[in-house]
């Protein structure tokens, strides 16, 4: 059976599927990845350096869960691919405009602005950990980039705490915009998306 990336919303819509038909949409990675990415950077960002060694190994965590999302989304699941929600900016304008106006087409796997946050946030997330990496290197002498930090002089650890902190702060922020979208989402098409990326099944039609 082959599931649509989009399910039209619009009356007259050739989605004939019943309403509690359920379909599978994340696989078990993607929501190990999930989940396990939201626990990994909750506990990182909560000990920070009151216990250091715990910080550091969320954070290898990370970076490592994110690694194997990007292999994940080239060759994984069709919802899991970056092909299925990666989307040109003029889509995700409009469809951000049809969103606000409570009229925005319903998808099965991300949306056009959850596609793009799925992209921000890994981006922000690699930065945050490569900038503690090279943090604890210059800092600790420890980590993978200890060599490379070596011999750096105090500025320098100064601005990677400064840059390592700014992108810990703006993924946090990101962690709540995204929060808040999944609300709005799933108030306005009448559907759990948090629950979903725990059973890994939606509805099929609208």
């Known amino acids: 059976m082959t599931i649509p990336t989009q399910v039209p919303t619009e009356p007259n819509s050739p989605a004939t599927a019943d309403s509690n038909t359920q379909v599978h ?28 060694s715990v910080h550091v190994n969320a954070g290898y965590l990370v970076l490592t869960l994110i690694v194997i999302r ?14 299925d929600f990666v989307r040109k900016p003029n889509e995700i304008m409009a469809y951000v405009k049809d969103a606000l106006a409570f009229r925005a087409a319903r998808y099965l796997g ?4 959850g596609g ?20 604890y290197g210059a800092t600790e002498f420890a980590g993978p980039l200890a060599g490379l ?25 990101l962690v709540i915009f995204h929060l808040a979208g999944v609300a709005f989402s799933s108030l306005s098409h ?15 039609a609208k």
């Open 190 to 204: 009448r559907e759990n998306l948090i629950g979903a990326m725990i059973t890994g099944f939606k509805r099929s």
């Open 110 to 113: 991300h949306n056009p602005a």
């Open 25 to 52: 949409v994340w696989d078990r990675l993607v929501r190990t990845f999930h989940w396990s990415l939201a626990a990994a950077f909750t506990t990182a960002f909560i000990v920070e350096d009151d216990l250091l």
């Open 70 to 83: 990007v292999i994940w989304g080239v060759i994984g699941s069709e919802h899991a691919r970056f092909s």
């Open 116 to 135: 793009v946050m799925v992209i921000v946030l890994l981006l922000a997330l690699t930065a945050t950990t490569l900038s503690g990496m090279a943090l």
């Open 149 to 173: 930090m070596s011999g750096t002089p105090e500025s320098t650890g100064e601005a990677l705490e400064e840059v390592h902190e700014f992108f810990a702060n703006f993924t946090l922020a």
